[in-house]
C-alpha cells in the first residue's frame, strides 16, 4: 500500500444561543441551540499505515493519544463500519483550547472520519458520518457539516439556519476550566432537574434568526443567549472578568460559549477586535482573533 495522507482542519464551534428544552427519561439534557463554526481550528492529518495500528500524536503534552482520544475513536468506529484492516495515525496540532466549550475533541473527530473517508474513496454519505459521529458526541454531526446551524435533540440533530455574515470574533479561555457534567449538575440545581413541575420556559430564538436573516451583527450580539452563563460565570471569576472586559473594549457583544470557561466576543471592525486582542494581551490573557466560516 502506497503511503496515503490527507491534512484537514478541525474547527472550533461556538454558541450563539444555547438553552434547554427539558431532559430525557436516560437523564440527557434536550438543547436548543444554535452553533457557528469558526476560523480557530486544529490542523488534523491523517495517515493510512500498513499495521493495524490507530493512534494519535498531538503537540500539547496531556492530550490523549489512544482510545481516549475522540479523533482515534472516530477512526476506530469508521473501520468497525466500513470494515478496512490498515491502520491510521493522526497527527493533532492543536490551536482549539481543551475543556472550554469549543468542542475542540469533536472537532478533531469530525475532522478524522471526514479526512479518513476521503483516503478511502467515500465509502460513507455526509449523513452516515453524521450518524457515527453523534455516538461519539452530540457536537460531532455539527463539526462534520460546519456552518451556521440549529441543533435540537442533545444538540445533534442539526437543521438549517440563516447564515452568520462575516465578522470580527474574538475568543478567550482562561482560568480554571470547566468539566461539562460539573456545568449540567449546577444547571440542574438551578433550574429543578428541569422537571416539568418546575415550569422551566425555553427562550425564544425568532429575533436571533431575524438578525442572522437581515445580516444585522449588532442585533445578533444583542440577541445571544447561553443559559449556562450565570450558574457557571458565578464560579468562574476570570471568565467573568474577561467577559467584562470585552464589554469595555467596546464589543457588541460578549457571551460564554457551551458549558464555558471560554468566552466570545463580537466586534463591529477588525480594528476594534484587534484592541481589544491587545488590551487583554497585556493582561496576561492568551486571546484568538478568528471570523465565522460557512460550511
Ligand atoms: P464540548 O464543547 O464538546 O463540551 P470541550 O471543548 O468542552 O467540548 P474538549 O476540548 O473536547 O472539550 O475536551 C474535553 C476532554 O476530552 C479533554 O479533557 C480531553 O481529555 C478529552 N479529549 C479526547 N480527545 C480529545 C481531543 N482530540 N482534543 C481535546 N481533548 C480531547
Keep these: 500500500m502506497s503511503i496515503k495522507s490527507i491534512s484537514v482542519c478541525g474547527y472550533a464551534k461556538i454558541n450563539l444561543h444555547l438553552d434547554m428544552t427539558g431532559r ?120 462534520i457539516v460546519g456552518g451556521t446551524r440549529f441543533a435540537d435533540g442533545k444538540g445533534d440533530i442539526l437543521h438549517d439556519f440563516p447564515n452568520m455574515p462575516d465578522c470580527a470574533i474574538v475568543i478567550a479561555c482562561e482560568g480554571e476550566g470547566v468539566s461539562t457534567p460539573w456545568a449540567y449538575r449546577r444547571l440542574d440545581e438551578a433550574y429543578g432537574n428541569f422537571e416539568a413541575s418546575f415550569g422551566y420556559v425555553p427562550k425564544e430564538m425568532a429575533a436571533l434568526k431575524e438578525a442572522l436573516q437581515k445580516q444585522d451583527v449588532l442585533k445578533i450580539a444583542n440577541t445571544m443567549y447561553n443559559i449556562f452563563e450565570i450558574p457557571v460565570l458565578s464560579e468562574r471569576p476570570v471568565a467573568a472578568e474577561i467577559r467584562s472586559l470585552f464589554l469595555s473594549c467596546g464589543a457588541l457583544g460578549a457571551m460564554m460559549s457551551g458549558s464555558g470557561p471560554s468566552v466570545f466576543a463580537i466586534f463591529a471592525t477588525e480594528a476594534d477586535a484587534e484592541t481589544a486582542v491587545e488590551r487583554l494581551k497585556n493582561r496576561g490573557y492568551c486571546p484568538y482573533l478568528c471570523h465565522p466560516v460557512e460550511c
Design 24 to 143: 430525557r427519561d436516560d437523564g440527557y439534557h434536550t438543547v436548543n441551540t444554535v452553533m457557528q463554526t469558526v476560523s480557530l481550528c486544529d490542523d488534523v492529518t491523517v495517515t493510512l499505515r500498513e499495521d493495524e495500528r490507530i493512534f494519535a500524536t498531538c503537540n500539547i503534552q496531556g492530550v490523549p493519544t489512544d482510545e481516549k482520544n475522540l479523533a482515534v475513536r472516530a477512526a476506530l468506529m469508521l473501520r468497525e463500519a466500513v470494515g478496512f484492516s490498515f491502520g491510521v495515525q493522526i497527527d493533532i496540532f492543536k490551536r482549539i483550547p481543551m475543556a472550554a466549550g469549543l468542542a475542540g475533541g469533536s472537532a478533531d473527530a469530525a475532522a478524522t472520519l471526514v479526512a479518513l473517508n476521503v483516503l478511502m474513496g467515500n465509502p460513507c454519505s455526509i449523513d452516515q458520518l453524521c450518524e457515527l459521529g453523534s455516538r461519539l458526541g452530540a457536537d460531532v454531526p455539527f463539526c
